[in-house]
């Protein structure tokens, strides 16, 4: 029995629900037994109060912006960590030591090879689908490929899948750009770290040899860090839920991408880079506040704005200092950038954006550097899918091993017609 209780009173009767209590962050009232007893649902649409499950993966505290993985601070993270150490971590809760930590980065790096069937299947694809359209059709399609591991109740099996995704996330990735630009598919290069296999496999050509740019590949390193994994959003909310019905892996992972796509969500950093060059030079940003202010006009300030942080997302921290470190390894510059700042600097000293608590969050400057490295804005929301595969599997197992796991299946508050006899045609 929790110790402390919350009480709902309706029509004068009074209803008794535990009050539960986390590691840190809201407590939250348990209304599992609601309907049983009253006979009512909460209603909660967009979930904005409503904590759908267990974890203890991630932890955010939007107030404060803070943002913990298995209680590190992503802020070290990002400056100490490599994405396979974070993935790691998310995954197994611990930092690995160095003999943990090379066995699994060599793990993953046996797994980069899609089977040789799966560049077939690209060539079904017109050459100017959307990558992640590819990515979520190849990434379902994995579904049909590896029958060895499909009992999702064994944490083997789990393992492997696990392993499979996040290792050939970068390959998938990678093919579906080079069959956008018609170039030939590079294979993976097991001697290279995860990243810099990466950017040889997108950048790099049959032609030529290819040499990593280490300061580029540490930043691309920090790009996925950054995106790992991020609490219950939409996309992992929407894997848990597919998940929960004991869907097979690669399927859950297909339906994550789809919900990743959508602009409001990943799909951000495409439209805030695009709203960027829209905007062009700083002279023209007034005009393009006011109209992120204007309730008529649909246009928003992509890269803005979050459901959780009412504080300066830690994300886009880390993030402006990583475009600078990007230009200085490229030397290159993008005036962008500048109306970018001046962007956030305007917007952060505007009474809208103050009063709503609208901070950029980590879409407003990953553009900026994945630009600057080469990548067409197609492409960006496919990075973002792409580490946070890490995140959306780790998520997948903690669900399947939970044994008060149950099938998402929300209710309803119901405005349609009320029972009502049907009408022949001709009677209509
Ligand atoms: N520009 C202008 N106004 C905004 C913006 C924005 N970017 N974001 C929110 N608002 C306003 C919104 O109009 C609303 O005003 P009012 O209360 O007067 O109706 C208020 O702020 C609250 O917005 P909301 O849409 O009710 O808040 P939400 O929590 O449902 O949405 C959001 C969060 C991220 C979808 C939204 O801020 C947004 O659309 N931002 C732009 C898209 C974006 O950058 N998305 C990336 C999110 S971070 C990466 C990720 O997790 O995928």
């Known amino acids: 029995m929790a110790d402390k209780q919350a009480t709902l009173t309706v029509d004068g009767k009074s209803y008794d629900f535990p009050v539960l209590e986390g590691s840190v962050g809201p407590d939250v009232i348990d209304i599992r037994k609601l309907y049983g007893q009253s006979h009512m649902f909460t209603y909660d649409p967009g979930f904005t109060s409503t904590g759908s499950c267990e974890s203890s993966l991630t932890y955010i505290d939007g107030e404060e912006g803070v943002l913990l993985h298995r209680g590190y601070p992503i802020g070290q993270l990002a400056e100490h960590s490599s994405f396979m150490e974070t993935a790691y971590l998310l995954l197994n809760g611990e930092l690995p030591n160095q003999g943990e930590l090379d066995t699994f980065t060599r793990t993953i790096s ?71 630009v018609g170039q030939p598919f590079v294979y993976p290069d097991n001697t290279l770290s995860y990243t810099g296999n990466f950017l040889r496999m997108t950048f790099g050509v049959p032609a030529e040899e290819y040499e990593v740019i280490p300061a580029v590949e540490k930043a691309m390193d920090r790009i996925f860090i950054l995106h790992a994994d991020h609490e219950q959003n939409a996309s992992t909310s929407t894997v848990r839920l597919a998940g929960s019905s004991g869907a097979n892996p690669f399927a859950c992972i297909a339906a994550g991408i789809a919900c990743l796509w959508g602009p409001a969500h990943g799909g951000a950093n495409e439209a805030a880079l695009n709203m960027l060059q829209e905007i062009g030079t700083p002279d023209r940003i007034p005009h393009f506040i006011e109209r992120a202010k204007d309730k008529n006009d649909p246009f928003r300030l992509m890269g803005f704005g979050h459901r959780v942080y009412k504080n300066y997302d830690p994300r886009a921290t880390v993030m402006q200092k990583t475009v600078r470190e990007v230009f200085d390894a490229l030397k290159v510059t993008d005036p ?57 599997v780790a998520q997948w197992n903690e669900m399947i091993s939970d044994p008060g796991q149950k099938i998402g299946r929300p209710r309803q508050l119901y405005t349609g017609p009320t029972q009502r006899d049907y009408v022949p045609v001709a009677k209509r």
């Open 336 to 392: 962008i950038f500048e109306t970018a700042l001046r962007l956030e600097e305007l917007a952060l000293h505007d009474d809208y954006f103050v009063e709503k608590k609208l901070f950029p969050n980590v879409d407003f400057y990953s553009g900026i550097i994945l630009s600057a490295i080469g990548f067409p804005t197609t492409m960006f929301t496919a990075l973002f899918a792409l580490a946070r595969t890490v995140g959306w």
């Open 110 to 180: 046996r797994h980069t090879m899609l089977h040789e069937q799966l560049a077939t299947f690209y060539r079904g694809f017109r050459r100017d689908a959307h990558p992640m359209a590819i990515m979520c059709g190849v990434v379902g399609a994995l579904s049909a490929f590896y029958h060895d591991s499909t009992d999702i109740a064994d944490p083997e099996h789990r393992k492997i899948s696990s392993h499979r995704l996040i290792a050939k996330m970068p390959t998938i990735a990678a093919m579906a750009y080079k069959y956008s």
